[in-house]
């Protein structure tokens, strides 16, 4: 399989451009507010995540409807629910979700729609407390939108605290393209890329705060994906907790800025994701390091397929 080198920033400022689109009104507009998977076989995957990120789960059904949240302590992270043998017959395979927070879902589904995405679920409410749509961008990657119903819903956004998402990474067909998109639906704002000699890494913000990275995925990757990454505080144990359970480590361990270490996995059902954490003084055996301890070293990452 081949391997791609891209770099990453995190937490950097560079790049702050002026904010395109509607102005937000609440602090969650145009940031990621909610985590979903889907999957074919919701046990096992319950079974999974509480082994690999030490999880608990809550069960949040109503009739009709089974859904089940991720915690970590007393916050949700994240929501659980099964794919259709109808979405499985269409060619949908298990995966996780993104929702970003918008002002209004009925508005920017009709912009996904104008600039080129495509509807999968209209805008719909659920219950009181939300109102999302799930689309897809040009090139195929799925997104949703999301907002509160309620003032006062939006939990705090702790993208480093254990068990949250720490980075959002976008494998596109055309980067740049697809950058376009985004900034036109979002008002995302393009910052300093990475380039390497494999290709460039383009680094998004929000409000000035760098949230992602896109990059035009490798031929050998097969559609277009959004990839989150997950903190864990030992990116060893996490990624042996991972085989253990049954799921692949695709990618890494790397070393990205920062020094912290991420690794690309998928789960027993095919589901993409990724963690990040921090690798003991002298780990044992796992993974073999990636390259020099070298400052030029230290920007590259790889994705392997």
Same mark, same amino acid.
Request: negative net charge; glycine residues 10%.
């Given at each position: 399989m081949g391997a791609v080198e891209i770099g990453r920033k995190v937490g950097s400022n560079a790049g702050r451009e002026a904010r395109?689109?509607?102005?937000?009104?609440?602090?969650?507009?145009?940031?990621f507010a909610w985590y979903e998977l889907i999957t074919t076989d919701v046990e096992a995957a319950k079974a999974f995540y509480t082994g690999v990120m030490g999880w608990g789960t809550w069960d949040a059904s109503v009739p009709g409807k089974p859904y089940t949240l991720f915690t970590a302590g007393n916050a949700s992270v994240g929501g659980l629910m099964n794919l259709s043998q109808d979405a499985c017959e269409m060619g949908v395979r298990p995966g996780w979700i993104g929702y970003v927070g918008v002002n209004d879902v009925d508005a920017t589904a009709e912009r996904a729609k104008r600039l080129g995405g495509v509807i999968h679920v209209p805008p719909t409410d659920v219950a009181n407390i939300s109102r999302f749509s799930i689309f897809s961008d040009p090139q195929t990657a799925t997104l949703a939108l999301f907002k509160w119903l309620q003032p006062g819903q939006q939990p705090q956004a702790e993208p480093d605290a254990p068990g949250r998402v720490s980075w959002h990474e976008l494998f596109a067909t055309d980067s740049e393209k697809a950058l376009a998109f985004y900034t036109a639906l979002f008002g995302w704002q393009r910052a300093d890329p990475d380039i390497g000699a494999a290709g460039t890494?383009?680094?998004?913000? *929000? %409000? !000035?705060?760098?949230?992602?990275?896109?990059?035009?995925?490798?031929?050998?990757?097969?559609?277009?994906?959004?990839?989150?990454?997950?903190?864990?505080?030992?990116?060893?144990?996490?990624?042996?907790?991972? *085989? %253990? !359970?049954g799921g692949q480590i695709v990618g890494g361990a790397l070393e990205v800025p920062g020094g912290s270490w991420i690794v690309q996995c998928t789960d027993p059902q095919g589901a993409m994701f990724a963690l990040e954490g921090q690798r003991a003084r002298n780990p044992i055996g796992y993974f073999e390091r990636v390259g020099s301890r070298a400052p030029s070293d230290m920007r590259g990452r790889r994705w392997s397929w």
């Open positions: 395109t689109g509607e102005a937000c009104v609440v602090e969650s507009c145009g940031r890494y383009q680094f998004f913000s *929000t %409000a !000035g705060q760098i949230i992602g990275g896109m990059v035009t995925k490798p031929a050998t990757m097969p559609v277009p994906i959004w990839l989150y990454y997950f903190n864990v505080s030992d990116i060893d144990a996490a990624a042996q907790r991972v *085989t %253990a !359970g």
